[in-house]
């Protein structure tokens, strides 16, 4: 089975700074996506930034980018330049890329940034 | 951005009595979605659904729980008797294809089940 592994349950940082947040999956698959999402208080999903396993060159959306690390099984978020609306829950997902596409999702990481 | 709609945002009922929990997919959508939520846990995968029939089930989708498509444009979660432990956000979720087709999420509705 699929697990994602959010190793982080909180973290904090100063508004401007540059955070860091880690995931782990296990999978013995090799065609598989994937994501952050985050969840504001408002509880909605949203997604941030996504990654295909087959491409080796790491997903960047605006602040927001990805490491990862196929052979070690690690999709970890950058977030520069940090916002205080960058605030809220960041969760971890995977999803294979055949069959129904459920994701799978990683226990989050509660992030707050401090003005 | 289109949106995928829930309703209602909060539902409360007693223990032991049916729910349903309504959403509406974006409209050129064919693969539907239901997961949950509860207080303080990760996110959780309870059911897909396409071409009219539930393609995929989690250990959590049992008896008690059902889907359907009535209309060609609601998609709807039922939960036949509800338990306390069914106290949880419910998202659902739909996108156009597959082949990293992007996923869309509801903004919840929130069940409190007394």
């Known amino acids: 089975a699929q697990t994602v592994t959010q190793s982080q349950p909180e973290m904090s940082v100063q508004e401007a700074e540059t955070v860091t947040l880690s995931c782990t999956y296990d999978?013995?698959?090799?065609?598989?996506?994937l994501f952050w999402y985050k969840q504001p208080p408002s509880r909605q999903m949203i997604l941030v930034i996504r990654?295909?396993?087959?491409?080796?060159q790491n997903a960047t959306e605006n602040r927001f980018s990805v490491n990862f690390q196929k052979a070690a099984k690690s999709f970890s978020l950058k977030i520069s330049d940090s916002q205080l609306g960058d605030t809220a829950m960041y969760f971890c997902?995977?999803?294979?890329?055949?069959?129904?596409?459920?994701?799978?999702f990683g226990q989050g990481t509660r992030l707050t940034i401090n003005p | 951005e289109p949106e995928v709609t829930q309703t209602p945002s909060h539902q409360v009922t007693q223990m032991g009595q049916e729910v349903i929990l309504r959403c509406v997919p974006i409209?050129?959508?064919?693969?539907f979605y239901w997961y949950r939520q509860i207080l303080g846990q990760k996110v959780e995968f309870l059911v897909s659904?396409?071409?009219?029939?539930?393609?995929?089930k989690s250990e959590i989708f049992d008896d008690q729980f059902s889907v359907e498509r009535p209309d060609g444009s609601n998609f709807t979660l039922k939960i036949r008797s509800t338990k306390l432990e069914d106290s949880a956000m419910y998202f659902c979720?739909?996108?156009?294809?597959?082949?990293?087709?992007?996923?869309?999420f509801g903004s919840g509705t929130q069940l409190s089940v007394l």
């Open positions: 979720a739909s996108r156009r294809g597959q082949n990293n087709e992007k996923l869309f």
């Open positions: 999978t013995s698959e090799s065609n598989y996506y």
């Open positions: 990654q295909e396993a087959y491409k080796q």
């Open positions: 997902a995977y999803n294979l890329i055949q069959g129904a596409q459920k994701l799978v």
């Open positions: 409209s050129n959508h064919l693969y």
């Open positions: 659904f396409y071409n009219n029939e539930i393609s995929e």
